[in-house]
T-cell receptor, first 115, second 116 residues
C-alpha cells in the first residue's frame, strides 16, 4: 500500500528566511506527487505537482519542489517565506494508473512564520 | 468559475444523533470525492463517485456512513448514528473525467463536525 511520511509536524521560520518541508513516500513505482496548502477554514489548494520529466517543479506562490527518486522524496522549498505562507502543508501521492486514482495524504506540516 | 460548494460549514451534534452534509461540485465534473480529515491528520478518502456510480468506498464505515449522488451532480454524506470519533472536517472534492490521465481534484471548504 502506498504511504506518505511528513516527518516534521510543526516548523517555525522567520519571515524572509528560506523554507524546506520534507516528504517521503513509499510506493511500488513512481507515483504522481503533489503538495497542497490548507489555510484555516479553507479547503486544500494545489501548490504544485510532479508527473514525470524535469525533477524540479515550480508551483504557485513562489514554491518549488524537487523529486529525488533515489531518496523517494519530494521536498517543498521556498527561498523567502512571507507571513501569509503560515498554513498547513500536505504532501500527497496518487497512482499513475488505474481507475480509482485516490489521493493518499501525509499527516501534514504546520508552518508558523515569525515577524 | 464557481468552486466546490459545501454546507453546512459547521455542525455540532451529540453522539448517537444523525447528520448530513451536502456537496455541489464544479459544473461538469463527473468525479466526486468525500474525504474525512481528523485533527492532526491528512485527509482520508471515504468514497469516490463517477457520475452517480461508486468507484471506491472501501474506507467508508458502512455501518454508520452512507453517501449518495443520485443525479450525478450533488452529493450527500450522512452519518447515523454519530460517534465521538467522527469529529472531523469532511471535505468534498471534484474532478473532470480523466480516462487514462489524472485530472486535478478541486476541494471545497469543508464541513467541520463536532460530536459531543
Amino acid at each position: 500500500a502506498q504511504s506518505v511520511t511528513q516527518p516534521d509536524i510543526h516548523i517555525t521560520v522567520s519571515e524572509g528566511a528560506s523554507l524546506e518541508l520534507r516528504c517521503n513516500y513509499s510506493y511500488g513505482a513512481t507515483p504522481y506527487l503533489f503538495w497542497y496548502v490548507q489555510s484555516p477554514g479553507q479547503g486544500l489548494q494545489l501548490l504544485l505537482k510532479y508527473f514525470s520529466g524535469d525533477t524540479l517543479v515550480q508551483g504557485i506562490k513562489g514554491f518549488e519542489a524537487e523529486f529525488k527518486r533515489s531518496q523517494s522524496s519530494f521536498n517543498l522549498r521556498k527561498p523567502s517565506v512571507h507571513w501569509s505562507d503560515a498554513a498547513e502543508y500536505f504532501c500527497a501521492v496518487v497512482s499513475p494508473s488505474g481507475s480509482a486514482r485516490q489521493l493518499t495524504f501525509g499527516s501534514g506540516t504546520q508552518l508558523t512564520v515569525l515577524p | 468559475e464557481a468552486g466546490v460548494a459545501q454546507s453546512p460549514r459547521y455542525k455540532i451534534i451529540e453522539k448517537r444523533q444523525s447528520v448530513a452534509f451536502w456537496c455541489n461540485p464544479i459544473s461538469g465534473h463527473a468525479t466526486l470525492y468525500w474525504y474525512q480529515q481528523i485533527l492532526g491528520q491528512g485527509p482520508k478518502l471515504l468514497i469516490q463517485f463517477q457520475n452517480n456510480g461508486v468507484v471506491d468506498d472501501s474506507q467508508l464505515p458502512k455501518d454508520r456512513f452512507s453517501a449518495e449522488r443520485l443525479k450525478g451532480v450533488d452529493s450527500t454524506l450522512k452519518i447515523q448514528p454519530a460517534k465521538l470519533e467522527d469529529s472531523a472536517v469532511y471535505l468534498c472534492a471534484s474532478s473532470s473525467l480523466g480516462g487514462v490521465s489524472y485530472n486535478e481534484q478541486f476541494f471545497g471548504p469543508g464541513t467541520r463536525l463536532t460530536v459531543l
